[in-house]
């Protein structure tokens, strides 16, 4: 990833500052070395930086070390026996959470001044994170946002490259909120990040997990790696932290058994929750219900379709509540989020038909979609959508699955193919697919896109499901531009000419 900020006047900060009961400084070093700046990676190396070779799972960094000591590091930070260099070398047993620790003082510690509030959970963190951004302004606080779709704080707001990012970038962003006086950040934290230390060190004021269905286990190998890699987000809670899960998952009781500091639950189904949803009416374009809690009520309005939506509202609502925000902010932020970018996003198209865009690219997600679009749709449902490449391939049957039985009609398609061959893709998605549904399979994801709409009659629906807020379609190694709105907008002008 490209360093998000470009901070021009970091610090210079002493070695042996730096490292203070962390590793140990070897004698030949001289006692006083000034080290301007912290990387791993090796093509960003600047004179006077300490390099942390990181053993990734593409590229070693131990390998580009003879490259940062001639470009001119001040130091190295490694996990092998590399021998001497001409510079000092500091040996530890894992250099991802060092290079944590190491990225958190060079930038002063940003985090220590600001409330962190954490979310994680298979599906619905981009829309819980919004939401909670929203209920935080609404009560007056400065709040900074890192999540999937970007990175914002006052005066800031820059496109992500990922849902959470290297432990460097991520301090380097908190020095750069606190300076502009962000009080509160929100954070979506991907089980990759939690896996590979990105937010090692870090104390959160606040957990959110959102549910937990599968997915990653390209990276995870198994569902029980994956729910406990989530699981360490709520051991980092602060001494006065709260954790917020899902109750209505199962995997809720046994992550709330980790968490180091206190936790409450909130959900529907699940009557025994601290947070209860109850009285749930549907009116237009709004969901009306109360949010039962303490013997005491906060009556709720969102504008975000979908029922999945009423639970990351309640968990957005909790969240605030457990933060002792007002009922006023609350509401009004919630209020305030009448949509968010490539989740259950929609428009009408001049036919009489309905668009819906979404991320939703794992079975779960597929089907929840699904689901709330069924509820809006009059007539017929089209669904259109993929599995990505180099990715889970037990989850691609699923995704046919779910896709043929909630769908009228299926056009399947690529999503991100990436290094695989996209009929190898698709045939892995077939296997799932009932027979007694149309199904068209369109390799090329824009002619897809313009044959579903082509066959769209007033009072249908047509969701466009995989890539949401996403501007490209990753083939091979190339990014090519591509955005399912954009696309589906201009299929619709040319149908109109």
């Not at 958190?104 to 979310?119: C, D, N, T, V, W």
């Not at 199962?250 to 206190?262: H, L, T, V």
């Not at 061959?421 to 994801?445: A, F």
Request: charge should be neutral; glycine fraction near 8%; aromatic fraction near 6%.
């Amino acid at each position: 990833m490209s360093n998000p900020v470009v901070n021009k006047n970091e610090p210079a900060i002493d070695l042996r500052q730096l490292c203070r009961g962390l590793v140990d400084i070897p004698e030949t070093a001289d006692r006083e070395i000034a080290v301007t700046g912290i990387t791993s990676d090796s093509r960003r190396v600047k004179p006077g930086n300490c390099f942390v070779a990181i053993t990734g799972y593409q590229a070693d960094g131990h390998a580009y070390i003879d490259e940062a000591v001639e470009k001119g590091a001040a130091c190295l930070v490694v996990e092998n026996d590399i021998g001497q260099k001409k510079v000092p070398v500091l040996r530890v047993e894992n250099t991802r959470p060092v290079l944590a620790v190491l990225a958190s003082r060079y930038f002063g510690e940003p985090a220590k001044g600001m409330k962190l509030i954490g979310i994680t959970g298979t599906n619905g963190k981009s829309t819980t994170a919004f939401l909670i951004e929203s209920i935080c302004q609404a009560s007056g606080e400065a709040t900074g946002l890192i999540g999937t779709m970007m990175y914002r704080w006052k005066g800031h707001e820059i496109q992500a490259d990922r849902t959470t990012p290297e432990s460097i970038d991520i301090q380097r962003m908190f020095r750069e909120m606190r300076d502009h006086g962000t009080e509160t950040v929100v954070m979506e934290v991907s089980s990759h990040a939690l896996a590979l230390d990105r937010v090692f060190g870090l104390n959160f004021r606040t957990a959110v997990f959102t549910n937990l269905s599968r997915d990653h286990l390209d990276f995870h190998e198994t569902l029980e790696n994956y729910k406990n890699t989530k699981a360490k987000l709520f051991k980092m809670l602060g001494e006065k932290g709260v954790g917020i899960l899902n109750g209505d998952d199962p995997a809720a009781e046994w992550i709330r058994k980790q968490a180091a500091g206190k936790t409450v639950l909130y959900g529907e189904d699940n009557t025994k929750v601290d947070y209860h949803i109850r009285d749930i009416r549907k009116d237009g374009q709004q969901t009306r219900f109360k949010l039962f809690y303490q013997d005491q009520s906060i009556d709720l309005i969102t504008r975000l379709w979908g029922h999945f939506n009423i639970m990351n509202t309640a968990a957005a609502a909790a969240a605030g509540l457990e933060m002792n925000l007002n009922h006023d902010a609350i509401r009004r932020g919630i209020y305030q989020v009448a949509s968010v970018k490539g989740r259950m996003e929609g428009f009408l198209a001049p036919e009489g038909f309905r668009v819906i865009i979404d991320y939703a690219h794992t079975p779960d997600a597929l089907k929840n979609v699904l689901i709330a679009a069924r509820e809006i749709t009059e007539k017929r449902m089209i669904a259109v959508f993929g599995c990505g490449g180099d990715r889970d391939r037990g989850k691609r049957p699923q995704m046919g699955r779910i896709g043929s039985t909630y769908a009228d009609e299926v056009f399947l398609t690529s999503d991100n193919p990436r290094s695989e061959d996209p009929e190898s893709i698709i045939k892995d998605v077939l296997e799932g697919i009932s027979t007694d549904k149309p199904v068209k399979v369109i390799e090329d994801r824009r002619e897809a896109i313009r044959c579903a709409l082509g066959q769209a009659k007033a009072g249908d629906t047509v969701v466009l499901a995989g890539k949401g807020h996403e501007t490209y379609q990753q083939i091979g190694s190339k990014k090519i531009p591509f955005d399912d709105r954009i696309v589906a907008e201009e299929c619709l002008s040319m149908r109109e000419q």
